[in-house]
């Protein structure tokens, strides 16, 4: 992974780089989080995309190759949970040999992880986040809805550190009246660990999850329980457009963030964009139409004619939608996250 200093940057309409692109690399997952994919509509009879509408790995790096060439320099893969689709590291192989990359990271649940962490690590995974909103098994169980255990995603995070994936991030989504109390706990054992905890606001993304504002809980109300039991001081942010709001532990033992999407949004510093595992490429996590790049793949259109389409989309770009969320852009028929990827 070699410094490239030939790839043109562009800009959207508001000056903002293109610089990472998340890949959903499958729509589907092996938990039911009621905050992403409720078990009323991802049920027995929810259709996912069948295998020959994913885009194959190769299709994912060719077009990754040329997101590099306008701009990109780190790639996250996600989905659903991209630890079901069989061969991942073979992705992230192919996407480490691309000239230019400085950053590979995945976000999982963490279920499959004690199994896949050596192969991601050998594959040239850098670093990893994985997903736990409870260190209570009641309350974890009651938000990822098939079951799951505390124990294994805690095995799964081991397993990714032995390895030497590091830092490791969790992510925590934090929800009214469900898991608050879990934040001061988390933020103990992952200091303690040696992670990095994020606590994430519950946001209205997708149509199926039934946000409400006051489910939310602020940020700053997080950062404020944290302080009371350990004192917390601000930390600049790693780059521009980082998402998540830093802090350290007063005693140098450690850090921990937020991502304050709803009450602090970022949309001014975004710089994502987001492909889905069937190839549409999506400008903003809460947007309503995506742009078809498999269709063109599959036609046998040549890469300048790919790069094309994608300078027409995001030279145009106009998205920041938590800047203007309102009680009536929370309704619109905005694509699901598990979809899109988170
Ligand atoms: N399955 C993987 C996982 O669990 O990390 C990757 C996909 S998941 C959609 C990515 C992240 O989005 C997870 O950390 C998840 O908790 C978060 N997420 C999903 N729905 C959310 C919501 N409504 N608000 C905030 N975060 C959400």
């Known amino acids: 992974m070699l410094a490239r200093d030939t790839a043109t940057t562009i800009r959207d309409s508001f000056r903002r780089p293109l610089r990472d692109l998340r890949i959903s690399v499958t729509d589907r997952c092996n938990f039911r989080c009621v905050y992403c994919m409720p078990k009323e509509i991802f049920g027995r009879d929810y259709q996912f995309l069948p295998s020959e509408k994913l885009l194959t790995f190769e299709e994912i790096a060719r077009l990754a190759r040329i997101f590099v060439d306008h701009g990109v320099r780190k790639f996250r893969l996600t989905g659903g949970e991209p630890l079901v689709r069989r061969d991942i590291e073979k992705l992230v192989e192919m996407l480490a040999q691309i000239e230019g990359v400085e950053d590979i990271a995945l976000t999982t649940n963490g279920s499959l992880l004690a ?10 995974l850098k670093r990893i986040t994985v997903s736990l909103d409870s260190l209570d098994d009641e309350i974890f169980q009651s938000m990822n809805d098939v079951g799951f255990p505390v124990a294994r995603v805690l095995e799964g995070i081991d397993a990714a550190a032995a ?4 830092p490791i991030k969790i992510n925590m989504v934090v929800k009214r009246g469900v898991n608050e109390q879990s934040v001061v706990p988390m933020a103990r054992y992952f200091r303690a660990a040696g992670h990095i905890l994020r606590a994430i606001e519950y ?4 149509h199926s999850n039934g946000w409400k ?3 939310v809980v602020p940020a700053a109300e997080v950062i404020r329980m944290i302080d009371a039991d350990m004192p917390l001081e601000p930390v600049p942010p790693n780059y ?7 802090f350290r532990y007063g005693d140098g033992s450690g850090e921990v963030g937020v991502i304050a999407s709803v009450t602090q ?21 809460f947007g309503t139409r995506g742009t078809d790049f498999r269709t063109p793949l599959r036609e046998g259109r040549s890469d300048e004619e790919l790069a ?3 300078r027409s989309v995001w030279t145009v770009r ?18 699901e996250m598990s979809y899109v990827g988170g």
């Open 115 to 124: 199994k896949k962490a050596q192969a991601l690590k050998d594959a040239g």
């Open 163 to 166: 390895v030497g994936l590091s």
């Open 203 to 206: 946001m209205d993304v997708g």
């Open 213 to 215: 504002m006051d489910d």
């Open 240 to 246: 521009p457009g980082e998402v998540a709001t830093r």
């Open 265 to 285: 949004p970022f949309c001014g510093s975004c710089s994502r964009a987001r492909l889905s595992s069937e190839g549409q490429l999506f400008t903003c996590l």
């Open 308 to 310: 094309e389409l994608l």
């Open 318 to 335: 106009e998205d920041r939608y938590s800047e203007v969320r309102t009680a009536a852009t929370q309704d619109l028929p905005k694509v």
